[in-house]
T-cell receptor
Framework: GNSVTQMEGPVTLSEEAFLTINCTYT??????LFWYVQYPGEGLQLLLK?????DKGSNKGFEATYRKETTSFHLEKGSVQVSDSAVYFC??????????????FGQGTILTVHP | DGGITQSPKYLFRKEGQNVTLSCEQN?????MYWYRQDPGQGLRLIYY???????QKGDIAEGYSVSREKKESFPLTVTSAQKNPTAFYLC?????????????FGPGTRLTVT
C-alpha cells in the first residue's frame, strides 16, 4: 500500500535559519504530492503541491520538488520566521484506482522557530 | 466566502453516548472526507464519499457511521462502539474524479469522551 515517511521532529530553528523537512513516499504509479500546514488548534491548509516528476511546488517562500528517482518531496525554506511555527504534513494522492481521491499522510513534523 | 464549516469546535460527551459531528461545505465539491487526528500522529481516514448517497469505509471505520443525503453535508456519528473516541476530527472536501485535486479542510472538532 501507499505510505509517506517524514523526518522525525520536533525541529527547532532560530529566525532566518534554513529549513529542510524530509519526506519520502512509497506508491504505485504517479501520485500527486502535497505539503499541508496546521497551526495550533486549526485544520490543515494546503501549502504547495506537485503533480508530476520534476515539478516544483512553491508558496510563501516554501519549495518542494517532486523527485521520482528518489521518491522524495522534501520541503525547504531559505529563511524561516516565527510565524512559520506549525505542524507540517507531507501527503500523497493516488493517481487512480479504487482509492482515488484518498490522501495518505505522513506523521507530521512540528516546527518551532525562535526569535 | 466559500469554505468548510465544522461544529461545534469543542464537544464533550459521556461514555456510552452516540454523538454526531457536523460538516458543511459550500464549495460545490463532490467528494467529502472524515479524518481522525491523535497527538503526534498523522491523519487517518475514517470515511469518504465521492458522490451523494454513496460513501466508502476508510482505514479506521469501526465504531463510526456517516450519511451523505445532500452534496453540502457529510455528518459523522461517533457511536458507543468506538473504543477510544477522544480525538480531533477533521472534515475535508475536494473536487471529484481522478485529477490531482487538493483537499480543503475545515477547522476541526475536538471531541472529549469521559
Amino acid at each position: 500500500g501507499n505510505s509517506v515517511t517524514q523526518m522525525e521532529g520536533p525541529v527547532t530553528l532560530s529566525e532566518e535559519a534554513f529549513l529542510t523537512i524530509n519526506c519520502t513516499y512509497t506508491a504505485t504509479g504517479y501520485p500527486s504530492l502535497f505539503w499541508y500546514v496546521q497551526y495550533p488548534g486549526e485544520g490543515l491548509q494546503l501549502l504547495l503541491k506537485a503533480t508530476k516528476a520534476d515539478d516544483k511546488g512553491s508558496n510563501k517562500g516554501f519549495e518542494a520538488t517532486y523527485r521520482k528517482e528518489t521518491t522524495s518531496f522534501h520541503l525547504e525554506k531559505g529563511s524561516v520566521q516565527v510565524s512559520d511555527s506549525a505542524v507540517y504534513f507531507c501527503a500523497l494522492k493516488d493517481a487512480g484506482g479504487t482509492s482515488y481521491g484518498k490522501l495518505t499522510f505522513g506523521q507530521g513534523t512540528i516546527l518551532t522557530v525562535h526569535p | 466566502d466559500g469554505g468548510i464549516t465544522q461544529s461545534p469546535k469543542y464537544l464533550f460527551r459521556k461514555e456510552g453516548q452516540n454523538v454526531t459531528l457536523s460538516c458543511e461545505q459550500n464549495l460545490n465539491h463532490d467528494a467529502m472526507y472524515w479524518y481522525r487526528q491523535d497527538p503526534g500522529q498523522g491523519l487517518r481516514l475514517i470515511y469518504y464519499s465521492q458522490i451523494v448517497n454513496d460513501f466508502q469505509k476508510g482505514d479506521i471505520a469501526e465504531g463510526y457511521s456517516v450519511s451523505r443525503e445532500k452534496k453540502e453535508s457529510f455528518p459523522l456519528t461517533v457511536t458507543s462502539a468506538q473504543k477510544n473516541p477522544t480525538a480531533f476530527y477533521l472534515c475535508a472536501s475536494s473536487m471529484g474524479g481522478q485529477g490531482s485535486y487538493e483537499q480543503y479542510f475545515g477547522p476541526g472538532t475536538r471531541l472529549t469522551v469521559t
